[in-house]
T-cell receptor, first 111, second 115 residues
């Protein structure tokens, strides 16, 4: 069935370093790939997204890349700050708009 | 951006009772809403897709008679956990989709504790 794998499950980086989180999806019909940041006990917040007709998108310190052939997409955070610490979820969305979430990555930015 | 309001944010109930959770789209009409369940330190698992004016579509393994979903209007969907048991304790969160936009907007979630 539909599946999204996300790695790593936990990631610790020093403040100022970069962080990369990778996801792989199985449903070739997926054409929209959002990334969400969730702080403890709070709602997921959309931080960046990419559509299948685009290979890369950047918004300040955050970028997302997509390789449709390999069914991979990645989140890149540069110049990490302590407030970037949270759980990050990727999702793959087909035309049915049913979000299939990855398993999550707990990012800890060490000051 | 679009605002989705979910209530209550926390609820504690006794085993055997039912709990209703509301999800409202405040400034847009949501033809489709989604209900998720999230266990501690785990991902969001889709429970069902709620369509205004029609029956919800449940994911495999989700008991439709236990998790009743009603989407009576374009701005309100409700999830009722019937005959709740301690294993139903979890974080429940809804999201709504805006027509013409692929993004989803999430409610603030409901932490349900069944004692």
């Amino acid at each position: 069935g539909e599946n999204v794998e996300q790695h790593p499950s936990t990631l610790s980086v020093q403040e100022g370093d970069s962080a990369v989180i990778k996801c792989t999806y199985s449903d070739s019909a997926s054409n929209y790939f959002p990334w969400y940041k969730q702080e403890l006990g709070k709602r997921p917040q959309l931080i960046i997204d990419i559509r299948s007709n685009v290979g890369e998108k950047k918004d300040q310190r955050i970028a997302v890349t997509l390789n449709k052939t390999a069914k991979h997409f990645s989140l890149h955070i540069t110049e990490t700050q302590p407030e970037d610490s949270a759980v990050y979820f990727c999702a793959a969305v087909p035309g049915t708009y049913k979000y299939i979430f990855g398993t999550g990555t707990r990012l800890k930015v060490l000051a | 951006g679009a605002v989705v309001s979910q209530h209550p944010s926390r609820v504690i109930c006794k085993s055997g009772t039912s709990v209703k959770i509301e999800c409202r789209s405040l400034d847009f009409q949501a033809t489709t809403m989604f209900w998720y369940r999230q266990f501690p330190k785990q991902s969001l698992m889709l429970m069902a897709t709620s369509n205004e004016g029609s029956k919800a579509t449940y994911e495999q393994g989700v008991e439709k008679d236990k998790f009743l979903i009603n989407h009576a209007s374009l701005t309100l969907s409700t999830l009722t956990v019937t005959s709740a048991h301690p294993e139903d304790s979890s974080f429940y969160i809804c999201s709504a989709r805006v027509t013409g936009y692929m993004g989803a907007f999430f409610g603030q979630g409901t932490r349900l504790t069944v004692v």
